[in-house]
């Protein structure tokens, strides 16, 4: 299984995360720098360079606090809750 | 009728589902995929006009309505066709093939319908062959939710009817299905976007799917999720585009899908989730209403039928393999259904509109048309969204399910395997058309109905998607630990009915049943008080015409002075026939008056 053994391989980098991440991270912004024409952002706090990684990062910690709160807020029932 | 050879594809798959139990064998399984393809030919070779009008009762009907909208909706859907047929072919059950072809007749049929009598046959077509798709999991579980799914729906078509006769009537006896002016709706117009907006699955009429896809069969669901919300949202097209409500109405549909899935610890939940928020972006494109909007959104509609079916494929397999859909019963599973994880990937990425996959080059369309017409509150909200859908569809599923802990059972890790190859072809196949849509956008855009022009791979585009996509990584990562799977359901709307139908129920046993509490009399039932007081009503009417007269006159004559017992006319039957004609001839007599008046 070629497949599995990719697979296992690319779990082999998952220590390094915090570099590789920061490496990534660093691309994108030297992407966005050199290449982009901010002339297609329809405000103008997205021509601040690296906005839609803020943008993003808030989106995905917003969306999960706010799920969580309405877990605990009561939205969450044991599994039986239907049942009679 | 007219006078060309046309033919309705709708025809094909009820002639195919009556046939179908005819077949054994290898026969049934060639029988299986050739009326899908058959229909798929006839859906692509069809001829922009009016085609099949009959003439019923004193109303034209049209069932054939081709242009370039419905062509692109039977196009999807008949491939879609195709699709679901080939992942079940392995199902012998026959009454889910049939189940499913009458409900993809009933898809195509709306799509094809010119005006709302023909719409309203197909879209109560649909109601009634999907359920079987649920209840042929044969679950205790999967029968209550079909029968929810059979109310809802059964409600919704009540009120669509009633729009339809009432926008009829407003409409000067026109039952044509054409563009309403949303400027003013009238009552008519306004149950008609209920019905429809029921079947989107909009809030708060949305709670029958995941409730319905959540219990249907591994296959069943794979083709629910294609049909009945798009269909809806062609219905919305035609009816109701550039209504200002739908774009507000679209974003919370977006926002709500995206933060409910993030709940959901069954997999195929936390997808029908997703469905509404991905109908959603649909919804807001029609309510913006510019021809970049409503080109998304039927982009969008065409797309997401198909990563949508590929996810719901994916999890299927999962579902037929290990009889397993919780995410705390699942984990761990890459090195046994390794290639169903690449076909989901697929599917979460093209859903979470990642380069080169088929969201991509639709999703932009929506936002990038919401920014265009300066509605930039509801696109920064649209933005927001795709974070959730990345984290959920494409992070969340793949690493519960694939990932992380195993947290299955040893009969679980057992029986994992990828899924037989006919499912796995089905997959294959539609992976390929995500992946193709997305590289060779095109494709799609030469289709779409309304002008516009949109290039999804700008250099802004991508370092936006890009940035986007990596930091809901980084910040999956730093959270992994919230994400872990407990065992609960969430509360949704059809909290009500579930829980205020168990109250009504008690609320007509305490009326109309004797409850027997040892050591006590039993207590009487409202039904048995209202039958003591009308029990021969003539004794009662007796004495009060008795007591009227005493009023009246000072004098109190001798009971003994009537000559018959009001008991023998009641034995007789003569008191229910005579009461019976006197209410026959008086509401006669009123409705008569009102008449003439």
Partial sequence: MTLVRLLEAMGKWRGNGLPVGLIVAGLLLIFEALFVNHDQAHTAMEKIPGFWSIFGFLSCVVIVFFSKWLAHVGILKPEDYYDE | ?597
């Fill in chain 2, 1 to 597: 009728m007219t006078n060309d050879l046309w033919i309705h594809p709708s025809a094909l798959f009820l002639t195919g589902a009556l046939l179908l139990p005819l077949f054994r064998g290898k026969a049934r399984k060639a029988f299986l995929l050739l009326v899908p393809l058959a229909a798929f030919v006839v859906v692509i070779t069809l001829q922009d006009g009016i085609h099949g009008s009959v003439n019923f009762l004193e109303w034209g009907m049209s069932f054939g309505r081709v242009d370039a909208l419905s062509r692109i909706f039977a196009f999807i859907m008949a491939l879609m066709g195709f699709i679901g047929t080939l992942f079940a072919l392995q199902v012998r059950n026959n009454v889910e093939h049939v189940a499913a072809w009458v409900y993809v007749a009933g898809s195509l049929g709306v799509i094809l319908a010119g005006d709302y009598l023909a719409l309203f046959l197909f879209w109560e077509l649909m109601a009634f062959s999907s359920v079987f798709l649920v209840w042929a999991r044969k679950t205790p579980a999967s029968l209550a939710a079909g029968f929810r799914y059979l109310l809802i729906h059964g409600l919704g078509g009540i009120i669509l009817l009633t729009g339809i006769v009432l926008h009829q009537q407003a409409a000067g006896g026109n039952f044509s299905f054409v563009p309403m002016d949303v400027t003013r709706l009238g009552a008519g117009g306004w149950l008609i976007l209920i019905g429809f907006l029921l079947n989107a699955a909009a809030p708060p009429l949305h709670a029958w799917m995941p409730d319905a896809y959540g219990e249907g069969t591994p296959s069943g669901s794979v083709v629910m999720s294609a049909f009945t919300t798009k269909t809806a949202v062609y219905a919305l097209i035609r009816g109701f585009t550039g209504l200002p409500l739908l774009l507000p109405l679209g974003v919370f549909m977006v926002l709500f899908g995206v933060i409910y899935a993030m709940l959901q610890n069954d997999a195929r939940r936390l997808l029908a989730y997703h469905i509404i928020s991905q109908v959603g972006y649909m919804v807001a494109g029609i309510g913006i209403g510019s021809g970049l909007a409503v080109s998304g959104a039927c982009a969008h509609a065409f797309v997401n039928v198909l990563y949508k079916s590929l996810l719901f494929m994916g999890t299927g397999s999962i579902l037929s393999m290990t009889g397993k859909s919780k995410f705390s019963e699942l984990g761990g599973l890459y090195r046994k259904m390794p290639r169903t994880l690449v076909y989901t990937l697929i599917g979460g990425l093209s859903i979470s509109a990642f380069p080169l996959f088929a969201g991509f080059v639709t999703k932009a369309m929506i936002v990038t048309a919401a920014f265009d017409k300066h509605f930039l509150f509801y696109a920064f909200l649209l933005s927001l969204a795709s974070s959730g859908t990345f984290l959920s569809t494409t992070l969340k599923l793949t690493y519960l399910i694939w990932f992380g802990d195993s947290r299955c059972s040893e009969k679980t890790l057992e029986k994992a395997a990828d899924p037989p190859g006919n499912m796995e072809a089905a997959m294959a196949l539609t992976a390929f058309l995500c992946i193709f849509v997305g590289c060779y956008y095109p494709f799609l855009y030469n289709m779409l109905p309304y002008p516009f022009t949109y290039n999804p791979y700008s250099a802004y585009h991508l370092s936006e998607t890009f940035q986007f996509m990596f930091f809901t990584v980084v910040g999956f990562f730093l959270m992994l630990p919230m994400f872990a799977p407990k065992p609960y359901l969430s509360l949704d709307w059809d909290w009500f009915y579930r829980i205020g139908a168990r109250y009504f129920l008690r609320f007509m046993n305490f009326c109309f049943s004797r409850k027997e509490t040892a050591g006590q009399a039993p207590r009487p039932s409202l039904e048995e008080t209202i039958d003591r007081l009308l029990d021969y009503p003539g004794d009662f009417f007796r004495k009060a015409m008795l007591m009227a007269s005493f009023l009246a006159t000072g004098f109190m004559p001798s009971l003994a002075n009537v000559r018959e017992d009001p008991r023998s006319w009641l034995r007789n039957a003569a008191f229910p026939v005579g009461l019976s004609v006197f209410m026959a001839v008086f509401f006669l007599a009123v409705m008569s008056i009102l008449f003439f008046l």
